[in-house]
DNA sequence: GCAAAAGTGTTGTCCTTACACCCATGC
DNA sequence: GCATGGGTGTAAGGACAACACTTTTGC
């Protein structure tokens, strides 16, 4: 809260005004939001992208963007383009990075601000598909609009470095999931194998899964217990880790 | 490299004409860079700071910013300001955060993009002095204009995980520096007391560290040897841990 | 009964931690 | 000679990596 909120335009004081003649004084740009919005699905890690309105990109693949209106917070922004394009709120939503190139965009100078979000693609059955909206494997995608390919590498290092130290893995699976899920998301995101029992014990030790007294149905094969993440306890005991390593 | 940037204003094929007025519909923010630049003197972590312009803030701190100009790269922008505040080209820089909250700037409407930067401050003796410019100890920094505390908060975080990680510490120190400095640029930032022995082994096993055959002088106890760090051997081998750690 | 994945323990290695004494220099 | 920090080693405990067999279910 600042004063000059309080005080309307035929009555702003001497400071206040120093302060909006000098904003008025700086160069203004457009905006948008990108958001890279990450599923996992039949054990790869996929991506929800968009063909191009634009002719010169037609038929390309972008990320679900969109301008920032006057007045919106970029957090606000990048809740109202998840909302408009998947019809999902409560979504893992965070700030990567701020793009700005001047050249972009083809039609101008446009900067944009990119957020990351993880969601369930079961929870999300894709009821809208304008501009072809469809999930992508992510190591399948190779050409896209814009400076989106380079964007969607920068997001794809942030999810794995941060999947690594924060539990996002369980924001992409149901909220009941099995070990051999959980193991699978890693997996697929850090690109290796990774030894069953070891995983298991790791995760366990962590002390965050409850076991629901639920066995996993409609498998072929023999169905495994499904826990869920307790992110009440997460918070309240997250590490504080000090040390050197690199 | 776009099409549209071969193309003259009078000129412009009917695709780059849907982009730009595609563009020209966005609506405009003015755009600032602010640097948060540390520094580490006399066993303390310091920030540079001024005293703001703005007569509702007079007194007040505030980070090290200007607006961006036009078609001006945020990076660019980033170490324009800081060359113009400090006149040291060649520093440690990296976007950090974008903030945006429409109520942060009194004057209005400013996003701006924050950028941290590590230097040393020996190696910038402060000839310039303009709004008092100074070095202020990050923790006894009480008030700040603007959104200046939250962001001085963010990025302090942001130094504490980075530097465990990354070795920023000897972008804070003199090219040759003692283990004592090394050890105590951590235990400032992390604020905890290091076991000296350990820290040593530790330092030493990662073998980045050129013992440059010289001893520090002017010190008024026993002199401790002088090294170098090996960014370039840092650079070939920087671990690549994959595991789950939260 | 067979395919597919669930579930489970042990051992060796390595890393981390805790801890104490003598040494070199400036004053 | 005394104050200050430099420089060093070891032992115990904890974390991680490697590794194989039995069990349960669907078909």
Redesign the pocket.
Known sequence: MTESQHIDGQNLSIQDKNAVDLVKSYPTVPLTVDCVIFGFDENALKVLLIKSDLMQFQGKLTLLGDNVQSNEDLDTAAIRVLKQRTGMSDVYLEQVHTFSKPDRHPGGRVITTVYASLLNIKHYELLLHDNELKWHPVNQITEMAFDHSMILETCTQWLRKRIQEHPLAFNLLPVKF???QLQSVYEAILNVKL????F???VASTGFLCDTDEMETN???????LYTFDFKLYNQKKRNFI?IDF
Chains 1, 2 share one sequence.
């Open positions: 099995s070990l051999r030894d069953r029992r070891n298991r014990k790791k498998v072929t094969h023999r169905p495994g217990k040390g």
